[in-house]
T-cell receptor
Framework: GAVVSQHPSRVICKSGTSVKIECRSLDFQATTMFWYRQFPKQSLMLMATSNEGSKATYEQGVEKDKFLINHASLTLSTLTVTSAHPEDSSFYIC???????????FGPGTRLTVT | KQEVTQIPAALSVPEGENLVLNCSFTDSAIYNLQWFRQDPGKGLTSLLLIQSSQREQTSGRLNASLDKSSGRSTLYIAASQPGDSATYLCAVRPQAAGNKLTFGGGTRVLVKP
């Protein structure tokens, strides 16, 4: 099946710094990529949807100036958490969809800890 | 607004028993429904995808049914094994919302040896 990777898998940063998370589709072209956030023992919360070459669409309540999403190519999307604070600590998961599959392929997730 | 509910939230069974996981959704205008497995600290692994025109999908010991009119899907796992211990999530892709998924809260499964 199709593979989606995320890098890094874990990151620890100091409060006030910015962190970039990469999401790559390794063997297919992702027409759309999605970014989710997951708190412990909770389900996934969609943060934003991005299409290659266009601005991301953010869900209600998600600060677009804090969570910058770039989808520069059909295989790469990045999420930058700017001026991170401890409350941004979470598990971030990306997914990707293609024209040939009706579902979504999910990455392995990135654990962000802000100290 | 589509809402997806999974009951029970947690389930513990002895090895060998069949597992029955339930997923309900409020809006029957769906494009498809997907079942996922998530191990602690990991991403999601897709198990089965059922298109809105389908009644069920099978893969090995897994069988998922879909009753769109009543807003329900059931995931059956036959002859459970300790390796089946994980959280199982269902997600609905509504017809009107592009490719966005709405997730249920998940069912945490523990299969005891």
């Amino acid at each position: 099946g199709a593979v989606v990777s995320q890098h890094p898998s874990r990151v620890i940063c100091k409060s006030g710094t910015s962190v970039k998370i990469e999401c790559r589709s390794l063997d297919f072209q992702a027409t759309t990529m999605f970014w989710y956030r997951q708190f412990p023992k909770q389900s996934l919360m969609l943060m934003a949807t991005s299409n290659e070459g266009s601005k991301a669409t953010y869900e209600q309540g998600v600060e677009k100036d804090k969570f910058l999403i770039n989808h520069a190519s059909l295989t790469l999307s990045t999420l930058t958490v700017t001026s991170a604070h401890p409350e941004d600590s979470s598990f971030y998961i990306c997914s990707a969809s293609s024209a040939s599959y009706a579902g979504q392929y999910f990455g392995p997730g990135t654990r962000l800890t802000v100290t | 607004k589509q809402e997806v509910t999974q009951i029970p939230a947690a389930l513990s069974v002895p090895e060998g028993e069949n597992l029955v996981l339930n997923c309900s959704f409020t809006d029957s205008a769906i494009y498809n429904l997907q079942w996922f497995r998530q191990d602690p600290g990991k991403g999601l692994t897709s198990l089965l995808l059922i298109q809105s025109s389908q009644r069920e999908q099978t893969s090995g010991r897994l069988n998922a049914s879909l009753d769109k009119s009543s807003g329900r899907s059931t995931l059956y796992i036959a002859a459970s094994q300790p390796g089946d211990s994980a959280t199982y999530l269902c997600a609905v892709r509504p017809q009107a919302a592009g490719n966005k998924l709405t997730f249920g809260g998940g069912t945490r499964v523990l299969v005891k040896p």
